[in-house]
């Protein structure tokens, strides 16, 4: 089963790179509770890395920490505007549907207010759980430059 899941992670982070939308400059580094500097994790793989920590605000105004829990994550980053983003809702939403037991899923919205976020997804019906990245400091800490980007860690912490 774990090689089923690491396939379909490989497939849909190389199609996030390949079709993805082009990145943002209005990210600014530094996050609440980092493992490691943005600047350190910018421009290269942090695949066998441990994966940074972060805090961020959900749909709902609460604090989410992004880390290991005991169970395999996955963060997706992306954004309303983004084409590739939204052809991957649907199928986000049906994972996440699936395997919200046994895995934990974080969708990262890029740099926008939850408003539009709340209606973009209600338009979608897409049920997802999604933590608002108005500052872009997730996405800086690692060295997403396009969108839709996926990373995926395991148990323990290291991004696979």
């Avoid at 400059?25 to 994966?51: F, M, N, V, Y």
């Avoid at 996440?96 to 990262?108: E, G, I, L, P, R």
Wanted: glycine fraction near 8%.
């Amino acid at each position: 089963m774990k090689k089923k899941y690491a396939v379909l992670f490989a497939a849909v982070f190389a199609l996030s790179m390949i079709t993805g939308c082009g990145g943002s400059d209005k990210a600014e580094t530094g996050a609440t509770a980092s493992a490691q500097p943005a600047a350190e994790t910018q421009g290269r793989g942090l695949s066998g890395e441990t994966a940074p920590k972060f805090t961020l605000k959900n749909l709902a105004g609460e604090d989410v920490a992004v880390e290991a829990k005991g169970k395999p994550y996955i963060i997706n980053f992306w954004a309303t505007w983004c084409p590739p983003c939204q052809a991957e809702i649907p199928d986000l939403a049906a994972f996440y549907a699936s395997h919200m037991d046994t895995v934990d899923f974080y969708a990262v919205n890029l740099q926008e207010e939850v408003q539009p976020v709340k209606g973009f997804l209600a338009d979608r019906k897409a049920d997802i759980p999604v933590l608002l990245d108005t500052k872009g400091t997730a996405a800086a800490l690692y060295g997403v430059r396009a969108i839709p980007t996926t990373v995926v860690v395991n148990a323990e912490g290291k991004v696979v």
